[in-house]
């Protein structure tokens, strides 16, 4: 009685081949129950990962490396530090300006499984001790891809930085313009961009991290505008896709074309941070840029 309170559970892994074989043999087999949610099979190398080390490596597999897609909320608690975020822009509602077919259920059902408002989340918090405006775009809603409400939030986020005085960091991670909204959708990009250049004017500071994928109207824009322009491992990064460009120009393209690595080999991005050192990088390169500079006598002046 008392030896099977103390049993413990195994977890096996039979792979297809030994299964089949054991189908032939007429092999008596015992259903395995393996809890919802334990494994996390690997995009890249196929492998199955313990999802809680997954967790733990900053949803980086162990086994190749490869940068699985991170929500908006587990990037910022990654980066932003704790009990310092202050939500900004929430309350905006994503309108169907072309009364698209079938949109408002879509954006409805998109909120329901993401827990999400929009494919942006933005505000203002510390990283490394440094007061930043920060914005998280979600490839989970929509696949990131920029509708008037996410166009507006990240205007907003910018002129309020400048009018705080504050710099800005964005993660970038989009399919592109939403093409539900046409014009609209293409609108956002003139209107980020000349919010951009008035923060610039103010002299302050932006930052943008590349995220698998960054694409379309996002590239075109606010994505590439970073003072300073860092990319996660292996993120694709470009306008079109690989295989529309190949048809318009009839060439094969280089191995690893819009890739981060090939990005940074032809100046395009100035830096590849991995997750785990990204915290620390960008609290440096705020505190380096920070309007506050240091007088040589030591003392900090404005």
């Known amino acids: 009685m008392l030896k099977g ?22 092999t008596p087999q015992e259903t395995v129950e393996i809890p919802e949610g334990l494994w996390t099979k690997c995009p890249k190398c ?3 990962v313990y999802t809680k080390d997954l967790e733990d490596n900053f949803l980086v597999c162990a086994k190749c490396g490869h940068n699985l897609r991170m929500g908006a909320r587990t990037r910022m608690e990654m980066i932003v ?36 408002k929009e494919a942006v989340i933005s505000g203002k918090g510390n990283i490394m001790g440094q007061e930043t405006a920060i914005a998280v775009m979600d ?10 409400v ?8 910018i002129e309020r930085a400048t009018s705080q005085q504050l710099p800005v960091v964005i993660y970038c991670c989009s399919g592109g313009a939403r093409m539900q909204e046409g014009m609209f959708s293409l609108m956002q990009m003139a209107k980020t961009s000349a919010a951009i250049k008035r923060h610039s004017d103010a002299g302050l500071f932006y930052l943008t991290v590349l995220t698998d994928p960054t694409t379309g109207g996002v590239t075109a824009s606010f994505a590439m505008l970073g003072d300073i322009i860092l990319a996660e491992p292996g993120a694709l990064v470009g306008f079109a896709g690989p295989r529309v460009i190949e048809q318009t120009i009839g060439q094969k393209l280089p191995k690893g074309f819009q890739r981060a690595e090939f990005l940074l080999e032809h100046g395009l991005i100035d830096a ?31």
């Open 5 to 26: 309170m103390f049993k413990k559970t195994t977890y096996i892994n039979i792979t297809s081949e030994v299964k089949k074989e054991m189908d032939r043999a007429g």
């Open 46 to 48: 196929g492998q199955s």
């Open 81 to 116: 530090d704790p009990g310092t975020f202050v939500l900004w822009d929430n309350a905006l509602e994503t309108g169907n300006p072309l009364d698209f077919p079938g949109y408002p259920e879509k954006i409805q059902k998109a909120q329901e499984s993401t827990g999400l």
């Open 139 to 148: 490839a989970s809603f929509f696949m990131g891809s920029m509708g008037h």
């Open 150 to 157: 996410v166009g507006e939030k990240i205007t907003r986020l």
């Open 272 to 302: 590849i941070v991995e997750r785990k050192d990204q915290k620390e990088v960008i609290g440096k390169l705020l505190s380096w840029h920070s309007k506050k500079e240091q007088s040589p006598l030591g003392g900090g002046m404005e």
